[in-house]
């Protein structure tokens, strides 16, 4: 009799666990997307960005939510990957929104603004600041959703053929730059170019371009700019802490369930915080193996310095005048800055002054 009953009821139970799977299958339906990145897989760390939240993505998901990565040139160029997205060519894309300031130069600040925020600030700015909530009004307008995934700090101020020592040495110099950067470099004479990241070593090596930044040591060592040029200059003033953004369309990223939009928000944080460590560990003894190898690390003469920064706000003030949606971000954004600025000078900055400026730690014998 109890056997029967035994029987009976693990029946039950597995006609129930049967009636159950199709409402399980439907709240986690099968999704493949394609990701086209703006970066060459030769970058392991900024391409591996992409490569990590997809990863997470199906880790978090159970291999339901996959997402596979092409490198720049792929499915599209470098510097395309918006408007694929934008057009529903691709699902998402993992890039830099600074490559974008053509289409509007509010597009800027979801990356880096020339003389703005590093990595920490900008991940206040876009987590607690009100970033995030301008951004993403500013992204729907162009049907898109952008998320943060990943960061590489503070990057160098690139490589030329020539020392840099006075502002007049700027003047025609045909410079690969990214972003807003260029329109400021433009006012004091340079010749700005925007190329992708895998074409930047062949424009320099023929002679195209006179120079060329790109991320930092790590990453420049591998696309091998030391081979064609000889002086390596910091810091890259327009990229205190620039952030990698992974974008999507609107409608694409409003139709997943909850679950995977969470899958993706968490995945990109974690992007963020992996790659600016790993750019961390890899850049120092990057530029050790260039110094090494001859590479001539130079700063910017304090006179570049302040004529760029002084370029850098006649062109914010006059696209403010002119954009309303750059003047609301502005606005907001310069304020923070200010803000933020204040506190780092109370606690970090003088703690890295001190530190830095002192002597090793040594054990005593």
């Not at 490569?51 to 395309?80: C, H, M, N, S, Y």
């Not at 810091?235 to 990223?253: D, R, Y």
């Not at 409003?254 to 995945?267: D, F, R």
């Amino acid at each position: 009799m109890k056997r029967r009953a035994f029987l009976t009821s693990a029946g039950v139970g597995v006609a129930a666990s049967t009636l159950a799977a199709p409402a399980i299958a439907q709240s986690a339906p099968e999704i493949k997307w394609r990701c086209a990145s703006s970066f060459p897989k030769s970058l392991d760390t900024i391409y591996g960005g992409a490569e990590f939240v997809a990863k997470r993505v199906a880790e978090l998901t159970d291999g339901k939510f996959q997402i596979r990565v092409f490198a720049a040139g792929e499915i599209v160029p470098a510097l395309q990957v918006l408007d694929a997205v934008k057009d529903g060519t691709i699902e998402c894309g993992h890039t830099v929104s600074y490559y974008y300031v053509g289409k509007d130069p509010t597009f800027a600040f979801d990356a880096a603004m020339p003389f703005g925020l590093n990595a920490r600030q900008q991940n206040a700015w876009m987590t607690h600041g009100g970033g995030k909530e301008l951004m993403a009004e500013f992204f729907a307008g162009h049907n898109l959703v952008a998320i943060g995934a990943g960061n590489t700090g503070t990057q160098m101020g690139g490589w030329f053929r020539k020392e840099i020592k006075t502002v007049e040495d700027l003047k025609g110099l045909k410079f690969r730059i990214g972003g807003y950067a260029g329109t400021i470099m433009a006012k004091l004479g340079v010749v700005p170019q925007q190329i992708g990241g895998g074409d930047i070593y062949p424009a320099l090596e023929k002679g195209t371009i006179d120079g060329a930044e790109f991320v930092g040591p790590y990453d420049d060592e591998k696309l091998g700019f030391q081979k064609v040029a000889k002086y390596y200059y910091y810091p890259g003033w327009w990229e205190g802490g620039p952030q990698v953004s992974m974008l999507f369309g609107k409608e694409k990223f409003e139709s997943l369930p909850p679950t995977y939009k969470a899958a993706l928000q968490a995945a990109c944080a974690d992007a963020t915080l992996d790659m600016l460590g790993k750019y961390d560990v890899q850049n120092m003894t990057a530029l050790k193996r260039l110094v090494a190898g001859g590479t001539q690390l130079r700063p910017f003469p304090n006179e570049v310095m302040q004529a760029c920064y002084q370029a850098a706000i006649e062109v914010y003030e006059d696209e403010a005048a002119k954009n309303e949606k750059f003047r609301k971000v502005y606005d907001a954004w310069k304020k923070f800055r200010e803000e933020e600025y204040l506190w780092f000078r109370v606690a970090e900055y003088s703690f890295d002054r001190f530190v830095y400026a002192a002597p090793p730690l040594e054990r005593k014998k």
